[in-house]
C-alpha cells in the first residue's frame, strides 16, 4: 500500500531518462582495476514508475500534523541555474513553479510544510546544532567536501539508520551512490530533489561560429559516429590558434583553441577519456588506492599533452576572466570547458554555440564518460529526532521531482534558455546518463594536485603518488575507521 498523493502526468518526461541514472560501462579502454559495480541502474520516466507501481512505499495514512521539515541548505551559488529547494509562490518561471508544485505536493500528502534556510555555512550551522544536542535541521544540503567531513566526523547519521530510504530507486542518483559510499555505508546522497547536481556536470561547449569559418568538421556528426576524440579535439583547436597581435608571442589577447578553469579542464578531460581521479573500492566496496598504474598515466600524460600543445590552451584560465570565459564569449575561443549550470552565463553571447560530450581516448573506447563534479548532496543530521519521517519526506521529495523540476530543468531551462540548438539535447542525454562521482577520500591528492600537475605541464606522476602513497593510505585508513565506528 502507497500513501495518498496526487499522480504524476502521464505525458511529463516522456522522452526523458532519469539523468544519472545509468553508470559507465566497460569499455576497451576501461582501467582492469576500475570499481567492480559498473552495472547500469534501471532507467525511467515518472509516468512508467507510476505505471509500474514504482512509488515511495509509505503507508496509507501517514500524516505529519502539519511539522515543518526544515532544509538547511548552504548553497547560494548564483552561477548555477538555481541553488533554490523552495518557493514561495508561482511566479510564471518554470523551475520556481516546478519547485512551489513539487513541495506543495508532498506538505500535502504528508502534511508537512516545507521550509528552506539559504545561507552559506550550512556544515558549520548543523554541527553547532549537532554539539548541543538540538534538532534544528531534518536536512542539510552542502557540498559533497562538507559533507564527508561531516560523515567522518560523527555529525552525519548513516542512512544505514533510515530505512525508510529506498536507495535503489530510480530518483536516487545511482553512480552517486556506488561512488561515494564506503564500506558498504551511506552517510550523504544525490537525488532528483535537488538540481544542483545537474548544474556541476562538467560540460564542454564549443563556437559555431568559429567552427564553420574555419571548416572544421561538425563536433555533433563526429559524436554521433562515434569519432569525437581527444586528437580530433587538438587538431581542431589548433587549427583556429591565431596570434591576433602579432607579437609573436601566446597571450591571453589572442585566439586558442581551449580554456577552462584548471581542475574543471583536467577532470573533465581525463574522466572523458576513460581516466580517473578518484580511488577505485573492491567487491566489498572498500576504498584502495591504484592510480599508480601505466592506464592512468597514460591517460594524464595524454590530456597533459594536448594542454601543452602550442596554440590549444588559453593561458589565463582563472578567476580574472571566469576560467576563461570572457574570451570564449568574445568568439577568441574554440571548446570551452565549465560545469553545465554555468552555461546560462553564454546567453548574451553573440556567436552561435553548441553544447557536446568530452572526447574519447580514441574511437575505440566504447562510450563516453563523463564527470559529475562535486554537488551539493543530501545529509540527515545525527541528532535527527525521528528518521522514518526524513526518509519519508525525501522518498516524497525525489520520486515528484521527477515530473516537476526534472522536466523543467532539463527540458525548458537547459534546451530553452541556454542551449541554442536542437542538436544540444541529445549530447545533453549521452553527457547526463554516463557519469561518475568522486570520493572526497583523499580528493586533494588525487584529483585537485593532479589536474593542477596535468595543467602546468609538470607530469612526474609516479614520483608524485610515490611521495604521497603514505600520507593517502592513512587517510583511507582514517575514513573507513570513521564510516564503520559513527554507523
Known amino acids: 500500500m502507497t500513501i495518498r498523493i496526487i499522480k504524476p502526468c502521464a505525458a511529463a518526461l516522456s522522452a526523458l531518462i532519469i539523468l544519472s541514472a545509468a553508470s559507465c560501462g566497460e ?3 576501461t582501467s582492469p582495476a576500475a570499481t567492480a559495480d559498473t552495472s547500469p541502474s534501471v532507467t525511467l520516466d515518472a509516468a512508467e514508475t507510476t505505471a509500474a507501481g514504482i512509488m515511495p512505499s509509505i503507508p496509507d495514512g501517514t500524516d505529519y500534523g502539519g511539522y515543518e521539515f526544515r532544509i538547511r541548505n548552504g548553497n547560494i551559488a548564483d552561477w ?15 523551475l520556481n513553479d516546478a519547485i512551489y508544485a513539487r513541495n506543495l505536493a508532498v506538505e500535502e500528502a504528508l502534511n508537512v510544510k516545507i521550509s528552506s534556510i539559504d545561507q552559506s555555512g550550512a556544515r558549520s550551522d548543523a554541527e553547532k546544532a549537532i554539539k548541543a544536542g ?6 542539510v544540503l552542502d557540498t559533497t567536501a562538507e559533507a564527508f567531513t561531516m560523515a567522518t566526523n560523527g555529525s552525519a547519521l548513516s542512512f544505514d539508520n533510515i530505512p525508510s530510504l529506498e536507495l535503489d ?7 552517486s551512490l556506488r561512488d561515494t ?4 555505508h551511506v552517510y550523504y546522497a544525490i537525488s532528483l530533489f535537488d538540481t544542483t547536481h545537474y548544474c556541476e556536470i562538467r560540460g564542454l561547449m564549443f563556437n559555431k561560429t568559429l567552427r564553420e569559418s574555419y ?3 561538425d563536433p ?3 559524436v554521433s559516429g562515434g569519432r569525437w576524440t581527444l586528437d580530433r579535439m587538438k587538431e581542431m583547436g589548433v587549427a583556429v590558434a591565431l596570434d591576433l597581435d602579432g607579437d609573436g608571442k601566446w597571450t591571453k589577447d589572442d585566439q586558442f583553441g581551449y580554456t577552462s578553469w584548471s581542475r574543471v579542464g583536467g577532470e573533465a578531460m581525463v574522466y572523458g577519456i576513460g581516466g580517473r581521479l578518484s580511488l577505485s573500492k573492491d567487491e566489498d566496496d572498500y576504498p584502495f588506492f591504484d592510480l599508480d598504474d601505466a592506464f592512468q598515466y597514460d591517460r594524464y600524460e595524454a590530456v597533459m599533452k594536448v594542454f601543452a600543445e602550442e596554440g590549444f590552451k588559453a593561458p589565463h584560465g582563472d578567476s580574472s576572466n571566469h576560467g576563461g570565459l570572457d574570451e570564449f564569449i568574445q568568439g577568441r575561443i574554440l571548446f570551452y570547458n565549465e560545469a553545465i549550470g554555468n552555461a546560462h552565463s553564454l546567453r548574451g553571447m553573440d556567436a552561435d554555440f553548441g553544447i557536446i560530450p568530452s572526447p574519447k581516448y580514441d574511437e575505440s573506447q566504447a562510450e563516453y564518460h563523463h564527470f559529475g563534479g562535486t554537488p551539493y548532496v543530501e545529509i540527515v543530521p545525527k541528532t535527527a529526532s525521528d528518521p522514518e519521517r526524513t526518509g519519508y519526506v525525501l522518498e516524497m521529495l525525489a520520486w515528484k521531482s521527477q515530473d516537476t523540476v526534472v522536466p523543467a530543468y532539463y527540458d525548458v531551462t537547459l534546451n530553452g534558455k541556454i542551449a541554442r540548438d536542437t542538436e544540444s539535447g541529445p549530447m545533453l542525454d549521452i553527457i547526463f546518463n554516463t557519469l561518475s562521482y568522486p570520493s572526497q577520500l583523499a580528493f586533494d591528492y588525487c584529483d585537485t594536485n593532479i589536474t593542477d600537475r596535468i595543467w602546468k605541464n609538470k607530469g612526474d606522476f609516479a614520483s608524485y603518488f610515490a611521495k604521497n602513497a603514505e600520507k593517502i593510505q592513512k587517510a583511507i585508513d582514517k575514513a573507513v575507521t570513521a564510516y564503520e565506528e559513527n554507523n
Open 27 to 29: 569499455s576497451e579502454t
Open 80 to 94: 548555477m541555474v538555481t541553488y533554490s529547494v523552495d518557493a514561495d509562490e508561482e511566479n510564471g518561471e518554470a
Open 134 to 139: 538540538d534538532d534544528a535541521y531534518d536536512i
Open 169 to 175: 530507486k530510480p530518483w536516487w542518483v545511482q553512480s
Open 181 to 184: 559510499s564506503i564500506a558498504g
Open 215 to 217: 571548416q572544421l568538421d
Open 220 to 222: 555533433y556528426d563526429l
